[in-house]
């Protein structure tokens, strides 16, 4: 898992290098229809076209008795009937491609929302740090000390505020001073792990997590390197502001990916011949 | 706020969303909402609210003012006359219309309606610049017809007939007839213009300030006080605020008392038990994220804090996130805590006779050894040290829980800021009063609608209700002077951004800027003069000696940018610089309610004396209400009146001379100067409806008590006043003139406030209405 989302971070870090010369709902759009159009090969190859030909033909010949005998109730009844019946065929002759795309889609989902759905902080405006530990670890494991590069500011410096209540996880008030890629380090003992925080660059993607053990939290959070399963750090997250825009800003994007995605792929489908 | 207010604009939006488009094809025909236009002629007005002209003078002889010193050499410095009585709102409604306070109806901070609805008091006062108002906007008619005025909904009421905030300030203001002649205006923070009123034609800015409430729809705002500490007496009457006890276990802040305290009957598992006693949890416990469950440890040795992932009701089963560090018994005793608590207004959709308050939930925790603390508030985490001041936090309150009911009452946007005073030995966190958010306002505070938010786009989060720095926190003791400063410090900053914003979108036209600290500050601190000032120590009368200088200091940075500005910007701009009245110290209250019992005038009724409207109706001729009015309690006006209305103007001669013969026992001088008969001062449609029949032009050093507000009684006609705010304005206005400061030679004899209207219109070449009192002071 973490090779791969490393692999695709890299990836989706080159592509955008390019995409992100121009505004964010160009590359969403972009990336849309790329998805879009990937989407539709997929159903080319990993779906029984035949199948869903006839199933298609199936449909249109039953709508079509709908509407010439709609006196005959027999008839309707048993036209409805086969057109349920297309339907969950047409769904089972979707699920092979479907279950191609799954994992990829989140995947990519993913990278996407690193970029769409978060921003980086402005330049001195405060944001938080948060280690949270397992819940079973000593107390002494709470004293991290955070080490921050130029250009970042920590409050408390050093030592952070320790939550030993309700779970065990220690928190710093952060603000950035100098835009850029900085990398904090947290050290406990002889224990060292690092974190990274993105300042001042809109257009950079953000990671505010970095995950531990728990599966969904790697998938949603690939941009830094997970820590195992041994380690006494289930995550460290830093609070990044949504971004805001009813199109390419949190939560929007997710709307629009789908919508636009689908929009493409059908425009698209008789150009790459695809039954749907 | 009324949350009907809030749950009328929700209603809104959906036909917003629909009518997007039209509305802005619409706004580009009508000329609404246009960006900022420019105008060859450019009248930039600051308006420093109670500098003193002796004080301004006497400082910038020193040269410690010495942006006022060169707009004073540009053309004149003097004293403006103010209004009758001299007070923010009457004094800058007279600004705005050019009218006095019979034209425009503002009379005083209270006003009172002589005749509410019955049943209920005789009289009932309001606040004086704005009032909340029933809506039926006409789409919502067809429905209220056929659904009524509001739709049940599970627990909730679903309001169809609405409310919104009224301005009570009457006639016409100055910018109508600018804008209406083509000149844009901006016009920021200006006092009693709350909801501001949009303008057709041409680009109009404007934000609001005095008079614009909180979240709890409070003119001077509702701070919340946290505190750990056992020996706070929490059930004293804290004005403009509450405190609210908390305990610390485990480092974790939790309200002083839990929702849930039983001993457990079953383990199921190491995270699951069974917990009787449900019959002692609040009734309703909406979610459970936050909820935390403390279990004491068999052996005594302190207690273990666990979130808990869910809580059923039916079962009495709590689930545990992770299990408690040591393994749990049967008749161990586990105690549930909801998290703490910031209240807003009470919730009037909840379908329950007792509506109760909105709420947001807030969450700290104190490091083990450190002076900080980790805050959780609104989805955030704020680590503060003790003695740190938090940037705004955003928040929302819930209005309604359910699967369907948020999405018909969307929870209500708003901020605030946090103060840690201290978290050992006890926890003490101060939240401001909650503000709404201008990201997403939910009144009408801003014109245009979207215009708080470009501003808090470029400046922002900013303090959004009226009077900003929290006097009430000082004047309750909850903030110390030092953390008063502190607090408007931060609002000094805000003040000082704005002022840029203003500046850089000012393209020509009117300018009109409002800097409220001079006058809050000099309430709280200009005491210090008065060396035999009750409410003062030695020690605090040296500490603050320069304070009310240093925000005339503050005062002249800012004028001093503007003219920087106008110097690069705009040569030929009119520059002017105004206070709406003066300064005196306020060491003795008369209890005027109590000096007309002992003059035969009143009566105290049967309650309290500290109590509101607690007057003999049938005994007494007159009451003080409001900080200066006097009001007959007149037949046929008064809903109990008993002076014929015959025997009025003999009885008003009457109270007159008594009062000009008042002597204060304990200093020997006379506690009244002037007293004003309302029908002989003031001219306009709202004499007689709205005006005291009196208003009491104190002495210096005097003033209404604090009692005398809401009609109550003190404990003596006269008495010292010991609270922090120790100095006030609203007495004599011959003794509290204004400032008038501007790069143009005046030539009107004695200018006045009243007289800025009609100069600023003439400024455009716009010959001033007959309605408007005034004249041009430049010519």
Redesign the interface.
């Known amino acids: 898992m973490g090779v791969l989302n490393s692999i695709l971070t890299a990836l989706f870090d080159t592509v955008y290098a390019v995409l992100g010369l121009g505004p964010r709902w160009l590359s969403l759009t972009i990336l849309s229809g790329v998805v879009g159009v990937i989407a539709l090969i997929v159903v080319r190859f990993c779906s029984n076209q035949a199948a869903i030909g006839r199933v298609k033909d199936d449909i249109k010949a039953n709508m079509l008795s709908l509407k010439l005998f709609k006196d005959e109730l027999r008839v309707v009844l048993k036209a409805q009937a086969r057109l349920v019946w297309a339907g969950l065929r047409m769904q089972y002759y979707m699920v092979p491609p479907l279950l191609v795309m799954f994992i990829p889609f989140v995947l990519v989902a993913a990278q996407m929302g690193l970029r769409y759905q978060w921003r980086p902080v402005e330049t001195n405006e405060?944001t938080?740090l948060?280690v949270l530990l397992r819940?079973?670890v000593p107390d002494s494991a709470l004293n991290w000390v955070l080490e921050t590069p130029d250009g970042v500011e920590a409050?408390?410096s050093g030592?952070?505020?320790?939550?030993?209540?309700?779970?065990k996880a220690v928190?710093?008030?952060l603000t950035g001073r100098k835009p850029g890629r900085h990398v904090l380090t947290l050290q406990n003992g002889t224990e060292s792990v690092t974190k990274e925080f993105v300042v001042g660059r809109d257009q950079d993607r953000v990671s505010p997590m970095r995950p531990g053990p728990s599966l969904l939290d790697r998938i949603l959070y690939p941009a830094e390197r997970p820590f195992g399963s041994d380690s006494i750090i289930q995550s460290i997250a830093v609070?990044y502001p949504p971004r805001d825009s009813w199109f390419h800003g949190a939560d929007w994007w997710v709307f629009w990916f789908l919508v636009l995605s689908i929009v493409i792929a059908l425009l698209l489908k008789p150009v790459f011949g695809v039954k749907l | 706020m009324n949350v009907r207010v809030w749950t009328f604009r929700c209603g809104r939006l959906s036909l917003r969303c629909g009518a997007a488009l039209l509305l802005g094809v619409l706004s580009v025909l009508t000329g609404c909402d246009r960006p900022p236009q420019a105008h060859k002629t450019s009248v930039i007005v600051l308006g420093f609210d109670g500098m003193e002209p002796g004080l301004t003078e006497k400082m910038m002889n020193e040269g410690r003012l010495p942006n006022f010193a060169r707009l004073r050499d540009m053309g004149s410095f003097g004293p403006l006359q103010t209004v009758i009585p001299p007070q923010s709102p009457v004094a800058w409604a007279t600004f705005a219309t050019g009218l006095n306070p019979g034209g425009h109806g503002l009379f005083d901070f209270i006003h009172r309606d002589p005749s509410p609805p019955q049943p209920g008091p005789p009289i009932s006062p309001y606040s004086a610049m704005a009032r909340t108002v029933e809506d039926r906007p006409w789409y919502a008619k067809p429905f209220i017809a056929v659904l009524g005025e509001e739709i049940e909904w599970g627990d909730y009421n679903i309001p169809l007939v609405s409310a919104r905030h009224e301005l009570l300030r009457h006639g016409t203001p100055f910018w109508q007839y600018l804008t209406e002649a083509g000149v844009p205006a901006a016009v920021y923070r200006l006092p009693a213009n709350f909801p501001s009123v949009h303008m057709q034609g041409v680009s109009f800015r404007a934000l609001t300030d005095m008079g614009t409430p909180d979240l709890s729809d409070s003119v001077g705002g509702n701070f919340s006080f946290y505190s750990s500490d056992k020996d706070f007496n929490f059930r004293q009457e804290i004005g403009g605020g509450k405190a609210y006890p908390v305990q610390i276990?485990?480092?974790?802040v939790l309200p002083e008392r839990a929702a849930l305290t039983g001993t457990v009957k079953t383990v199921l598992s190491a995270t699951e038990f069974i917990l009787p006693g449900w019959h002692a949890l609040e009734p309703r416990i909406d979610g459970f994220a936050g909820c935390?469950a403390v279990a004491s440890r068999g052996s005594g040795r302190g207690e273990c804090?666990?979130?808990i992932r869910s809580l059923d009701p039916v079962t009495r089963t709590i689930t545990l996130?992770?299990p408690f560090?040591f393994e749990l018994k049967p008749e161990a005793l586990v105690k549930v805590f909801t998290p703490c608590k910031l209240y807003g207004p009470a919730n009037t959709t909840v379908n329950a006779k007792e509506k109760p308050a909105l709420e947001a939930s807030w969450t700290a925790?104190v490091?083990?050894d450190?002076p900080?603390?980790?805050i959780e508030i609104g989805g955030?985490?704020?680590?503060?040290?003790e003695g740190e001041w938090s940037?705004w936090q955003p928040i929302e309150f819930p209005m309604a829980y359910g699967l369907t009911a948020p999405a018909l009452l969307p929870p209500v946007p708003a901020m605030c800021r946090l103060y840690l005073r201290c978290v050992r030995p006890n926890f003490e966190l101060y939240v401001s009063p909650i503000n709404f958010d201008p990201f997403e306002p939910a009144i009408t505070f801003c014109s245009p609608d979207n215009f708080s938010a470009e501003v808090a786009g470029a400046i922002g989060r900013y303090y959004t209700q009226g009077m900003p720095e929290n006097f009430n926190a000082l004047k309750s003791l909850v903030l110390t002077r030092d953390e008063f400063l502190q607090q408007a410090d931060i609002v000094e900053e805000e003040r000082e951004k704005l002022l840029d914003f203003a500046l850089d979108h000012f393209q020509g036209g009117l300018l009109f800027f409002y800097y409220g600290g001079t006058d809050l500050v000099s309430h709280l601190f200009w005491g210090v003069r008065d060396p035999e000032h009750p409410g003062i120590t030695d020690e605090e009368r040296v500490k603050y000696a320069e304070t009310v200088e240093h925000y005339y200091i503050d005062a002249d940075v800012m004028l001093g940018r503007t003219l920087d500005w106008a110097a690069e910007n705009a040569p030929d701009a009119v520059i002017v610089a105004i206070s709406d009245h003066g300064f005196e110290t306020f060491s003795r209250g008369l209890n005027v309610n109590n000096w007309l019992q002992e003059h035969g005038f009143a009566k105290m009724g049967p309650f309290r004396p500290s109590e509101p409207l607690n007057i003999n109706w049938a005994e007494s001729r007159a009451y003080a209400m409001g900080i200066n009015g006097i009001y007959v309690n007149l037949a046929g006006r008064e809903s109990r009146g008993i002076v014929k209305p015959e025997d009025k103007q003999a009885l008003l001669d009457e109270i007159t001379r008594e009062l000009l013969d008042e002597v204060d026992p304990k200093t020997g001088r006379h506690i009244v100067d002037t007293v004003y008969q309302s029908d002989r001062v003031y001219s306009g449609p709202y004499v007689k409806t709205l005006a005291p029949d009196l208003q009491v032009g104190y002495a210096r050093g005097y003033r209404a008590s604090w009692a005398t507000g809401l009609a109550s009684f003190g404990d003596s006609v006269v008495e010292d006043n010991t609270n922090p705010w120790g100095a006030d304005h609203c007495i004599a206005t011959h003794l509290v003139p204004g400032i008038i400061v501007c790069n143009r030679p005046l030539t009107a004899q004695k200018p006045g406030l009243i007289d800025m209207a009609p100069t600023i219109l003439r400024r455009f070449g716009i010959t001033p209405p007959t309605t408007l009192e005034g004249r041009d002071v430049f010519e």
Not at chain 1, 159 to 167: L, P
Not at chain 2, 249 to 252: A, E, F, H, R, V
Not at chain 2, 380 to 385: C, T
């Open positions: 405060p938080d948060t819940p079973d409050s408390p030592r952070g505020v320790r939550i030993n209540a309700d779970r928190v710093w008030n609070t | 276990i485990n480092g974790m935390v804090i666990r979130a996130e992770t560090d925790y490091d083990p450190q900080a603390a980790c955030r985490r704020v680590v503060m040290r940037e």
